[in-house]
């Protein structure tokens, strides 16, 4: 069982910068991916940024590219989201996922195992 908990939402201006963290407990194996997804009002789950733990292998949705870093410090079982150059449709709340590496894509919210409750990230214009 893996229990994942997010923190470092907030309110921020256009431009401005947060980092999100996510405290994993339990038991990450080597052989699973980290994703961070976003969910607006009204709108459908989206997939952010993943990484896979063993590889630090890296993935990121193209509306974050180039502003979104993921990263992990292995010693403390964390996840981070760097986010940077921040928009006001960057509005959401961020939820930190972990999946089994499966080969299934991580891109997709359903094949992920364990969740977060989120935490809410909102930029203003």
């Known amino acids: 069982q893996v229990q994942l908990v997010e923190s470092g939402g907030g309110l921020v201006q256009a431009g401005g910068s947060l980092r999100l963290s996510c405290a994993a407990s339990?038991?990450?194996?080597?052989?699973?991916?980290m994703g961070w997804f976003r969910q607006a009002p009204e709108k459908e789950r989206e997939f952010v940024a993943a990484?896979?733990?063993?590889?630090?292998?890296?993935d990121y949705a193209d509306s974050v590219k180039g502003r979104f870093t993921i990263s992990k410090d292995d010693a403390k079982n964390l996840v981070y989201l760097q986010m940077n150059s921040l928009k006001p449709e960057d509005t959401a709340v961020y939820y930190c996922?972990?999946?089994?590496?499966?080969?299934?894509?991580?891109?997709?919210?359903?094949?992920?195992?364990?969740w977060g409750q989120g935490t809410q990230v909102t930029v203003s214009s």
């Open positions: 339990g038991r990450i194996f080597s052989n699973y991916a």
């Open positions: 996922a972990a999946k089994r590496w499966l080969g299934t894509s991580w891109r997709e919210p359903n094949n992920y195992d364990y």
């Open positions: 990484i896979r733990w063993s590889t630090r292998d890296t």
